[in-house]
Nanobody
Framework: QVQVVESGGGLVQAGGSLRLSCTAS????????MSWYRQAPGENRDLVAR???????FYVDSAKGRFTISRDNAKNTVYLQMNSLKPGDTAVYYC???????????????WGQGTQVTVSS
């Protein structure tokens, strides 16, 4: 079983910054991909950014230039540094990890419980 736990959400004024963290723990061989998604009330859960174990990153357009995703492979942890926050960034932010279960090609997919980010105007 794999546990995924996020932290770092909160209330911030527009223009401010927050840093989210997410740590995966449990039984797995490696974590090929770690991602951040967000879901605003009444909206779909959408990708924000993802990072491979190689360090390769992808950002959606709304995150480019403001958000930075990074990871510490030794700690099985991914971070999302969010700067220049806007009220439109208000959402529950979820961590999503793809793990290799063992040395085979089998993979597992796990969500965290989410952390609330609220940006006031």
């Amino acid at each position: 079983q794999v546990q995924v736990v996020e932290s770092g959400g909160g209330l911030v004024q527009a223009g401010g910054s927050l840093r989210l963290s997410c740590t995966a723990s449990g039984m797995f061989f490696s974590i090929p991909v770690m991602s951040w998604y967000r879901q605003a009330p009444g909206e779909n859960r959408d990708l924000v950014a993802r990072i491979a174990d190689s360090g390769s990153t992808f950002y959606v357009d709304s995150a480019k230039g403001r958000f930075t995703i990074s990871r510490d492979n030794a700690k099985n942890t991914v971070y999302l540094q969010m700067n220049s926050l806007k009220p439109g960034d208000t959402a529950v932010y979820y961590c999503y990890v793809v793990v290799r279960v063992d040395t085979s090609v089998r993979q597992g997919y796990y969500w965290g419980q989410g952390t609330q980010v609220t940006v006031s105007s």
